[in-house]
């Protein structure tokens, strides 16, 4: 179980946005033994950025990027690119940074992840890209799936996906140059 206490280390100066405070509440409530998407967690402190100072460290960098949840089982975090210090988070990009490498735009805005999330598959993180695949015949729900699916559809509108990369795709259209322009003046793959 994560306290908002806890969770709020990660924001510094920023408002965390009230999706992510319903989440931190809806998984307490699932209790801690339980997921609601494939290896999605809130659930620990980011606020040291020993995640994302492989890239960089420099302050910039560092202050430009909020990590808040595990992506999948292997270490790999989403966060947010905050592109401006005066920026409401609320509608920042959301990056997934994969544990063995690979920074990828994956959603335009928080409601964006939570839709994601409905998908229940955790993400594909490589050097070149970032996808969610689904076999059908392999496939076994995670335990709360459906609970998060009808708790999300009921507190913000959000229906469940069956393509997960179509919102990575369209976020990426309209972030990706940029981001590819600002990471260069912190890192050279």
Same mark, same amino acid.
């Given at each position: 179980m994560v306290?908002l206490s806890?969770?709020?280390a990660?924001?510094?100066?920023f408002?965390?946005?009230e999706?992510l405070?319903?989440?931190?509440?809806?998984?307490?409530s699932i209790g801690?033994?339980e997921?609601?998407s494939d290896q999605?967690?809130?659930? $620990?402190?980011?606020?040291d950025?020993?995640g994302?100072?492989?890239?960089s460290?420099?302050?910039e960098f560092?202050?430009?990027?909020i990590?808040?949840?595990?992506?999948?089982?292997?270490g790999?975090?989403?966060?947010?690119?905050v $592109?401006d210090?005066?920026?409401n988070?609320?509608?920042?990009?959301i990056?997934a940074?994969?544990s063995?490498?690979?920074?990828?735009i994956?959603?335009?805005?928080v409601k964006?992840?939570?839709?994601?999330?409905t998908?229940?598959v955790e993400?594909?993180?490589g050097?070149d890209k970032?996808?969610f695949?689904?076999?059908?015949d392999?496939?076994e729900?995670?335990?709360?799936?459906?609970?998060?699916k009808?708790?999300v559809?009921e507190?913000?509108?959000?229906?469940?996906?069956?393509?997960?990369?179509?919102i990575?795709?369209?976020?990426q259209?309209i972030?990706e140059?940029?981001?590819?322009n600002?990471?260069k003046k912190?890192y050279?793959?």
């Open positions: 306290t806890e969770f709020e990660n924001f510094k100066n408002e965390i946005p999706e405070k319903e989440l931190v509440n809806f998984q307490n801690d033994d997921n609601f999605f967690y809130i659930g $620990r402190d980011y606020s950025k020993s994302i100072t492989g890239y460290d420099d302050d560092t202050n430009s990027i990590e808040f949840a595990m992506a999948d089982g292997s790999s975090t989403y966060a947010f690119w $592109r210090k005066n920026e988070i609320h509608e920042a990009p990056l940074f994969g063995e490498g690979g920074i990828h994956v959603a335009k805005n964006e992840l939570l839709k994601i999330l998908f229940d993400p594909a993180i050097w970032i996808y695949y689904k076999d059908e392999d496939y729900p995670t335990e709360k799936t459906e609970e998060y009808k708790w559809f507190k913000h509108g959000i229906e469940t996906t069956e393509n997960p990369d179509e990575v795709k369209s976020a259209e972030y140059d940029e981001f590819q600002w990471l912190y050279n793959d």
